[in-house]
């Protein structure tokens, strides 16, 4: 391990299941290959400032709203396209010091995901057609910047909170972001 965990256990995002993440089980399951995580350390602070914990899935279709989303973007099944799933990235984990938030970081670790999205899809040749994340309430609007959409249904129309929220970004939509906020192109 490349880091000392008593600077884990210091993390604090203001969300205690992101905590309880970082703090107990990021090392677990990377020593046990589940779960990639990613660590943003400021030296001068001797502090983590953000993670992410990514890993390979998949993104079932599971509902009519579905369809008309992945009909626009991949071949589906004509006689029963509900049920039918394909190759993803998950975004697990992603959390900010409470104290660095609201200073970019987050859309700097972004930009960093994805780029090692992008390595993963265009240099190492691993197929996959989106990335998803359960979004925690509080974490919605952050990954709507991003262009992530409501995976299952449109939540926009419920009014009740609830745990978390299913989303998703296509991986074409993806490459367009980071190349707009990086201004380096993938080809």
């Given at each position: 391990q490349l880091i000392d965990l008593n600077i884990l256990n210091k993390f604090d995002c203001g969300e205690q299941i992101v905590?309880?993440?970082?703090r107990n089980r990021a090392c677990i399951y990377e020593d046990?290959?589940?779960?990639?995580t990613t660590i943003f350390y400021d030296t001068d602070k001797k502090m983590v400032v953000g993670f992410y914990s990514i890993?390979?899935?998949?993104?079932?279709?599971?509902?009519?709203y579905d369809v008309k989303n992945f009909n626009e973007k991949v071949s589906m099944p004509e006689e029963n396209p509900l049920g039918a799933s394909f190759p993803a990235i998950e975004i697990g984990w992603f959390g900010v010091s409470i104290e660095m938030q609201r200073r970019t970081i987050g859309t700097s670790m972004m930009v960093t995901l994805f780029e090692d999205i992008?390595?993963?899809?265009?240099?190492?040749?691993?197929?996959?057609?989106?990335?998803?994340?359960?979004?925690?309430?509080?974490?919605?609007?952050?990954?709507?910047?991003?262009g992530f959409r409501y995976l299952h249904k449109d939540f926009d129309q419920f009014g009740q909170i609830e745990q978390s929220y299913p989303m998703y970004l296509d991986l074409n939509y993806l490459t367009e972001i980071y190349e707009k906020e990086t201004g380096t192109s993938i080809y």
């Open positions: 905590n309880d993440f970082i046990q290959n589940l779960m990639s890993s390979s899935s998949i993104v079932e279709v599971k509902s009519y992008i390595r993963s899809r265009y240099i190492h040749n691993i197929g996959f057609s989106d990335v998803i994340v359960s979004a925690l309430p509080g974490a919605v609007e952050f990954y709507e910047q991003f």
